[in-house]
């Protein structure tokens, strides 16, 4: 079970745009429409942002959104707010013998 | 609202075992497919395995495969995790997690509510 790929850091400044990758492949992140994304503060559990691609849960800002190209799935926060400032990770359903699999996580910075 | 709350980590000797236990509350139980995530310390998250909604289906991850089981008891809210032949590796936060769909054979639709963890920790 192979983790997806996702930068280890990205950043912008308070009122830009920052878009975050999580590369898989056919098997996972391609094959399904079952991607997830995962806010995690320091010392808290991960909280659901994005679900099976692009829909969004109640109550989570609509400055967080998620699209998937081929094998690559993105999260883009737009509007970035000091509040912003977590860990992100994406994860995919990847078939009845994996089951799930998980990116490495980037660390965003509101700078 | 959901919650889940897990309790039994410790600290335990390498080849040892320990049992974790999630309670769940505020949504139908016995309907979801329950996971169980972990995460080493500075680390980043990891599935550990899942169960469907009626306990007939069960996955692992290869890194636990042979050494960890999980279960259910829908009468009582409650997943378990044994763990069983414990590795300085396998010292991490173990979550607890509710999927969004049954997980009936293998189809699952990914994680929407964590619990806060309990950490183990395996060392001599």
């Known amino acids: 079970q192979s983790a997806l790929t996702q930068p280890p850091s990205a950043s912008g400044s308070p009122g830009q745009s920052v878009t975050i990758s999580c590369t898989g492949t056919?098997?996972?992140?391609?094959?399904?429409?079952?991607v997830s994304w995962y806010q995690q503060r320091p010392g808290e559990a991960p909280k659901l942002m994005i679900y099976?691609?692009?829909k969004r849960p109640s109550g989570v800002p609509d400055r967080f959104s998620g699209s998937k190209s081929g094998n690559t799935a993105s999260l883009t926060v737009s509007g970035l707010q000091a509040e912003d400032e977590a860990d992100y990770y994406c994860?995919?359903?990847?078939?009845?013998?994996?089951?799930?699999?998980f990116g490495g996580g980037t660390k965003l910075t509101v700078l | 609202q959901v919650q889940l709350v897990e309790s039994g980590g410790g600290v335990v000797q390498p080849g040892g075992s320990l049992r974790l236990s999630c309670a769940a509350s505020?949504?139908?139980?016995?309907?979801?497919?329950m996971h169980w995530v972990r995460q080493a310390p500075g680390k980043g998250l990891e599935w550990v395995t899942i169960i469907s909604y009626d306990g007939s289906d069960k996955y692992y991850a290869d890194s636990v495969k042979g050494r960890f089981t999980i279960s259910r008891d829908n009468s009582k809210n409650t997943m378990y995790l044994q763990m069983n032949s414990l590795r300085a590796e396998d010292t991490a936060l173990y979550y607890c997690?509710?999927?969004?769909?049954?997980?009936?054979?293998?189809?699952?639709?990914?994680?929407?509510?964590w619990g806060q963890g309990t950490l183990v920790t395996v060392s001599s």
């Open positions: 505020g949504f139908t139980f016995s309907s979801y497919g």
């Open positions: 997690a509710k999927d969004q769909n049954h997980c009936s054979g293998g189809t699952c639709y990914g994680v929407d509510y």
């Open positions: 994860s995919s359903y990847a078939g009845s013998n994996n089951l799930v699999v």
């Open positions: 056919s098997s996972d992140v391609g094959g399904y429409n079952y």
């Open positions: 099976e691609v692009i």
